[in-house]
């Protein structure tokens, strides 16, 4: 089988030389040496040029002599929830979705993200006794990381 700390250091190589703001988000070798890395970038989106030159670096610097494989190399897709703390500090400031783990879930704005938790900012209109207008109920949510089933991004085209 492929050692995963080979094709992790050859990965992190090229990042490293690239350096423009790549990290891995999964990296995986299936029983039958199928290869999936999974990247993202801290500002902006990975170029299809940037999965090419990161290919290239595993696949001349792994001997297909010694054992055949497959390579995928790929961006983190938004179809795909929010998987390390890389991603969500990347998109902070954005509406999100957190299912948790025991049922139910929170949309709002994400604000603040570490190892431990993430913070969720919602609002919603509420008619306060004694004014005529609905006023904005702001409130931020401290959300475990432990808690969290999915978090995904919500896409709007407005």
Known sequence: MINKNKVRELVEERMSELDNGLFIVELSISSNNVIRVELDKHEGGVSVEDCIRVSRNV????????????????????????????????????????????????????????????IIRTSRKERIEGRKKKETIIEDHTVPMEQIKETKIIISFK
């Open 59 to 118: 696949e001349h610097n792994l001997d297909r002599e010694e054992q055949d494989f497959e390579l995928h190399v790929s961006s983190a897709g938004l179809d795909k929830g929010l998987r390390v703390l890389a991603q969500y500090q990347k998109n902070i400031g954005r509406d999100v979705k957190v299912k948790f783990l025991d049922s139910g879930s929170i949309e709002g704005e994400l604000i603040a993200a570490t190892d431990e938790e993430i």
